[in-house]
């Protein structure tokens, strides 16, 4: 999750986005690992390993994209970087998974079904103000059950190493 200044940039525009489109906003974030089952202290477990883990990298966004998926349905692209690859593969095997081949790493700006016309009109629009990116040192951890809005934060934890 984006910090300071980029933070508030990104929440400001996931919220206008949202009233203007009638859907719910949510925190600025690019995924490492959706959907972590099982109990939460257990889950707070294996993050806190994998935190110690992680080196602080770059996220660097790219561009405006769209897909017909309702939670990638309007988004900054991410640089795929090695780097950010590497952080995806320790997560996945943190977490008994393989590491997805088909990872898109990317910052979500509606969620939702948008028609075409207006997914191209806003992705126009939000391509004269891309941010440069910024730095991810610290693995947040959510319990993403329910609707968005009831989604809350269990923990930031700083990357250590």
């Known amino acids: 999750m984006p910090d300071g200044e980029t933070r508030d940039h990104l929440a400001e525009t996931i919220a206008q986005l949202a009233a203007r489109l009638g859907t719910t906003p949510f925190a600025p974030h690019v995924t490492l690992l959706p959907g972590l089952p099982g109990p939460e202290e257990g889950v707070l477990e294996r993050a806190r390993e994998l935190a110690a883990e992680l080196e602080p990298l770059p996220i660097e966004i790219t561009g405006v994209a ?44 509606v969620y939702g079904t948008l028609a075409p016309e207006v997914k191209a009109r806003l992705s126009t629009d939000l391509s004269a103000d891309v941010p440069a990116g910024f730095p991810a040192d610290r693995l947040h951890v959510w319990r993403t059950e329910g609707v968005v809005g009831e989604w809350r934060e269990l923990e930031a934890l700083a990357w250590t190493r």
């Open 66 to 109: 769209g897909h017909d998926a309702h939670f990638r349905c309007l988004f900054f692209r991410v640089a795929d970087t090695p780097a950010l690859r590497e952080a995806h593969r320790r997560a996945a095997r943190r977490f008994g998974r393989e590491p997805d081949p088909a990872f898109e790493p990317h910052l979500s700006l």
